[in-house]
């Protein structure tokens, strides 16, 4: 986390398998539960919905600033991170197809049935993300 220009603890993002998915989302609702002399604030509200619907827009932005995102890529965003975070689901394959074999496909915070700020945030400690 960074205050200023001073590093106070590690790049979450840069953990990348080095915790579990539940100690992330643990440590983001309740770091102190984790780590008693944590300063990191809690962030109980990652439990709401994620908003998927300009997910086509924002990827399409990227591409035209030189992200190599593809047009089957920008086309099928919404349901690639629904399909992503519900392992069951119909489009989890085509998921994969698209993103390749190496492509998490899991519940990152525990519950495939809501895609919500927490599964996000997870994959992204985990770097599980494309």
Same mark, same amino acid.
Request: glycine share 10%; net charge negative; hydrophobic share 40%.
């Given at each position: =986390? /960074?205050? @200023? !220009?001073?590093?106070?603890g590690?790049? /979450?993002a840069?953990?990348?398998?080095?915790?579990? %998915?539940?100690?992330?989302?643990?440590? #983001?609702? %309740?770091?102190?539960?984790?780590?008693?002399? !944590?300063?990191?604030?809690?962030?109980?509200? /990652?439990?709401r919905? #994620? %908003?998927t619907? !300009?997910?086509d827009? *924002?990827l399409a932005? #990227?591409?035209?600033?030189g992200?190599?995102? %593809?047009? +089957?890529i920008i @086309?099928? +965003? *919404?349901?690639?991170?629904?399909? *992503? !975070?519900h392992?069951? $689901?119909? @489009?989890?394959?085509? =998921?994969q197809?698209r993103?390749?074999?190496t $492509?998490?496909?899991?519940?990152?915070?525990?519950?495939?049935?809501?895609?919500?700020? =927490?599964?996000?945030?997870? +994959?992204?400690?985990?770097? *599980?993300?494309?």
């Amino acid at each position: =986390m /960074l205050r @200023g !220009s001073k590093r106070t603890g590690p790049d /979450l993002a840069r953990l990348g398998g080095s915790y579990s %998915d539940s100690w992330h989302a643990f440590h #983001l609702t %309740d770091p102190r539960g984790v780590v008693p002399a !944590s300063i990191v604030p809690a962030c109980p509200w /990652l439990d709401r919905l #994620l %908003d998927t619907d !300009s997910l086509d827009a *924002q990827l399409a932005t #990227l591409a035209a600033r030189g992200v190599p995102h %593809d047009a +089957a890529i920008i @086309g099928k +965003a *919404q349901a690639d991170a629904l399909a *992503q !975070s519900h392992p069951g $689901a119909d @489009g989890a394959a085509d =998921m994969q197809a698209r993103h390749g074999e190496t $492509a998490a496909l899991r519940a990152f915070d525990g519950g495939p049935a809501r895609l919500t700020e =927490m599964d996000a945030l997870v +994959a992204i400690c985990n770097r *599980q993300i494309r």
